[in-house]
């Protein structure tokens, strides 16, 4: 029988470690501003006094930015994809499977209190600053809002499954070095999380339509901008919907594998 009480005590724990390791907080705020002026300097040149580009308003591009970076720091607040790779190589991870609970949902639930903790002490303050002071468009309707919230929430599921599914892959894999650069390059790019799909070539726009990763970032930042509305955003939706239960499901058969590999070979 699933016990939620269990995994419920790991996002707490989470979210009270996080508040002691307060420093590590404020240096990823810190990355966080940085990589916005950066974005929003970048994007600010490139429209350079144009009112649009593509059919898209230089403040609808701002705030797409600005709206990335939010979802960029709740996803980066979760376990890093080194932590897991090392617990791999060192064996730890054996530990783990000796405990009485599911490992891949007790490092979401761990993620869900240090994100909690990151949302309510860091972002949430600062962006409400930014949203307050800086021209960017806001959705004029309580229920644009509550697609945003749940296409967020899904597309952190979906970055969550394939992070790590990758991070097992340690399990199999000498060296995930090299592959580990192309693995964040390309998610960073086909996510469009600095790159909306719209400024894409046809044919990257093409790939990255048929992959998970338009759901991490592209999907959430369109539908809060507008870019993505009415019906198009159920569609959307269950797009992401599909996605999250594919990565899952991959995640699931190679953890399966991950963990007869560790029961076969004596942790």
Known sequence: MFNYRVYWTFAKKSFLRSAVYRFDVWSRLGSNIIFLLMWGSIWTALYAGKEEAGGVSFEAMLTYIVVSQFLTGVNG??????????????????????????????????????????????LLPLYT????????????????????????????????????????LTF???????????????????SGSVIPLWFFPDWLATIAIYLPFQGIYYIPNSI?????????????????????????????????????????QGG
């Open 129 to 168: 600053v930014i949203f307050i002071f800086m021209d960017v468009a806001l959705p004029n309707d309580w229920l644009t809002w509550v697609y945003f919230i749940i296409a967020s929430v899904i597309g952190f599921l979906i970055r969550y499954c394939i992070e790590m599914s990758f991070g097992l």
């Open 77 to 122: 607040a979760g376990t890093p994809l080194w932590e897991i790779q090392e617990k791999v190589r060192t064996g730890d991870i054996a530990l783990e499977l000796m405990r009485p609970f599911d490992v891949p949902l007790r490092y979401l639930f761990a993620d869900f209190g240090s994100v909690a903790f990151y949302i309510v002490t860091a």
């Open 224 to 264: 809060f901008i507008g870019e993505i509305a009415g019906l198009e955003i159920l569609t959307s939706i269950g797009i992401q919907l599909f996605w999250v239960v594919v990565t899952y499901l991959v995640l699931r058969l190679i953890w399966s594998q991950a963990s007869k590999k560790v029961i076969v």
């Open 172 to 190: 199999f894999l000498v060296e995930t070095g090299g592959i580990e650069d192309i693995f964040y390059f390309a998610m960073s790019l086909l």
